[in-house]
């Protein structure tokens, strides 16, 4: 496994991260001791990022949502109590 100085990696990082992404993971060194390893994420971690629509059909938005509680607060910011 490839070993690469912090430096190095900051230099080159999109091409590192390419190659990491393809299965060729490498370690990241700082004054010559190992500090971390980089590796490619699995199929079901690279998924993990599709949440929009995940609750479709589960939930609903009142039509006044946007004015909710606008009675209530119109009193507190004119110092009154409903």
């Keep these: 496994m490839q070993t690469i ?3 190095e990696a900051k230099t080159h990082l999109s ?3 390419e190659e990491a992404a393809q299965g060729k993971s490498f370690i990241i060194a700082k004054a ?5 390893k980089v590796s490619p994420l ?3 971690e ?13 939930i609903s938005v009142p039509d006044d949502f946007d004015s909710l509680g606008a009675t209530a607060i119109k009193l ?3 110092g009154k109590s409903s």
């Design 46 to 58: 690279r998924k993990g990022g599709e949440k929009l629509g995940f609750m479709a059909g589960e």
């Design 5 to 7: 100085n912090i430096h």
């Design 32 to 36: 010559g001791k190992p500090m971390v």
């Design 42 to 44: 699995s199929i079901e």
């Design 15 to 17: 091409r590192l991260v």
């Design 76 to 78: 507190l910011f004119e």
